[in-house]
């Protein structure tokens, strides 16, 4: 039984929390045949719908990119148009009602890439071409670290692109289209956005995963870590023109061991692993610039849906409703302008 497939889940099991909190998720990929993401190398609607009809009140959700069905030709600048064009077709299949009530991908997150300076503005009028009324903004990923334990997953693997003269050319035309930008980065690079942000006052900008928090390898130094990546969200959120999304430490990177359980963490244990890290998140950013996010199918091999749901109600417990209304809902549909 592979840990973080659907049997290996089921062997956790709880009643739903609080079900009639309206829930948008502003986080999760869609993606075929991808080899590399054992044991989910499908994630397509009806896995999602399965997902989200779990006992949540989950209304939409946001669909971010994964370089997934990018075009096979043309010019390369112009192939994640690909995705965004897939993704369209989803979303039109899900607003059909067929799939259930959630309305996924409502808003669409895709990819150009910024070191294009000015000449990324006719890939953002393309991926805009492709999806007129759900496409929002694009993720730029730059990951990056020097040690070679640590996977760099970033399309443009170089240091450093956030201080370019390049991509803040292109980040300014993002926020001339009132587009947004995903950030997502390791932590030992949260000062390079801090800066980053406060030249380009104007872009909306999503820090995702808290921070690209990582505790392996050279990062196992648990206080060090930690002293570090506080240090960076605080950088980060003093730039009002940032939000964070809570959640992503699924990922085994964070340095968990969820993933290879027996059996599968509960809501209770995952909300007081969950709470030291979102609440700093919470207490820096405050509740008007955070959202709860799945990160799914990447964080399923650590948890459930429902259970991860249930962890993020119990450790917002103490806030209040308008708070927790805003960091569960309505904070992503304001950012990402949904519409369903």
Request: glycine share 10%; with cysteine; proline share 6%.
């Given at each position: 039984m592979p840990f973080?497939?659907?049997?290996?889940?089921a062997l956790t099991t709880e009643p739903t929390l609080e079900p009639e909190i309206p829930i948008c998720d502003p986080h999760h990929h869609f993606w075929d045949q991808r080899t590399a993401r054992i044991p989910h190398q499908r994630y397509l609607l009806d896995d999602l719908a399965a997902d989200v009809n779990s006992g949540h009140n989950v209304r939409s959700t946001v669909f971010v990119e994964a370089r997934s069905m990018y075009r096979a030709d043309g010019p390369e600048e112009m192939r994640p148009v690909g995705e965004v064009e897939f993704v369209q077709g989803l979303a039109a299949a899900s607003a059909s009602g067929l799939y259930g009530p959630t309305r996924a991908a409502a808003s669409i997150v895709g990819h150009a890439n910024l070191n294009l300076g000015d000449r990324v503005e006719r890939v953002l009028d393309a991926l805009q071409a492709a999806s007129p009324n759900r496409f929002r903004g694009i993720?730029?990923?730059?990951?990056?670290?020097?040690?070679?334990?640590?996977?760099?997953?970033?399309?443009?693997r170089t240091e450093g692109q956030l201080g370019t003269d390049n991509f803040r050319a292109g980040a300014r035309v993002l926020a001339s289209k009132g587009m947004s930008l995903e950030a997502w980065l390791y932590f030992p690079q949260l000062p390079e956005l801090a800066d980053f942000a406060r030249v380009v006052p104007d872009l909306t900008i999503i820090l995702n995963h808290i921070g690209g928090?990582?505790?392996?390898?050279?990062?196992?130094?648990?206080?060090?870590?930690?002293?570090?990546?506080?240090?960076?969200?605080?950088?980060?959120?003093?730039?009002?023109?940032?939000?964070?999304?809570?959640?992503?430490?699924?990922?085994?990177?964070?340095?968990?061991?969820?993933?290879?359980?027996?059996?599968?963490?509960?809501?209770?244990e995952l909300a007081e692993s969950m709470a030291p890290l979102m609440?700093?998140?919470i207490e820096r950013f405050g509740p008007d610039r955070c959202m709860f996010e799945s990160n799914f199918p990447v964080d399923k091999v650590s948890y459930s849906y429902n259970v991860m749901y249930n962890a993020f109600k119990r450790?917002?417990?103490?806030?209040?409703?308008?708070?927790?209304?805003?960091?569960?809902?309505?904070n992503a549909v304001r950012v990402y302008r949904v519409e369903a």
């Open positions: 973080g497939g659907n049997d290996w889940l993720r730029h990923s730059v990951t990056w670290d020097p040690h070679p334990e640590i996977e760099v997953t970033s399309a443009h928090l990582l505790r392996v390898g050279p990062y196992a130094n648990f206080d060090e870590v930690m002293t570090t990546w506080r240090n960076g969200i605080a950088a980060v959120a003093a730039n009002p023109n940032v939000v964070v999304k809570l959640g992503g430490i699924g990922m085994p990177r964070t340095g968990f061991d969820w993933h290879g359980r027996d059996v599968p963490v509960s809501s209770e609440n700093y998140c450790l917002s417990s103490g806030y209040s409703a308008s708070e927790r209304a805003a960091m569960f809902h309505d």
